[in-house]
């Protein structure tokens, strides 16, 4: 069952509508701007990124923000695939 949802800044009162998560399944997808950006795998743990990823630093605050939500390491980040 698919469920969207809109993530929540740290420092800020929203994403003012530019960012949000997909869940389907297992499968966690981060749009930014209505681009793909990231996807992760909350079995698995595996992350793969879009040639989006280092889209803008609006960009950069979203994702910051799905992988702070899903326990995600910049470690994680780093060794992350393509999609």
């Known amino acids: ?3 969207i949802f809109t993530l929540v800044p740290e420092n ?4 003012y509508g530019n960012c949000f998560v997909k869940e ?3 499968m966690a ?3 930014s701007y209505d681009k793909k950006i ?3 795998d909350k079995e698995s743990g595996s992350v793969k ?3 989006y990823f280092n889209f803008s630093q609006t960009t950069k605050r979203h ?11 910049d470690e ?5 695939s393509e999609c």
Not at 12 to 15: D, I, V
Not at 63 to 73: L, P
Not at 76 to 80: N, Y
């Open 24 to 26: 389907d399944g297992n």
């Open 38 to 40: 990231m996807e992760y």
């Open 76 to 80: 994680d980040v780093k060794g992350a």
């Open 29 to 31: 997808t981060l749009y």
């Open 12 to 15: 800020r009162a929203s994403f």
């Open 49 to 51: 990124i879009t040639q």
């Open 63 to 73: 994702q910051k923000a799905f992988c702070k939500f899903y326990g995600i390491t």
């Open 1 to 3: 069952m698919e469920k």
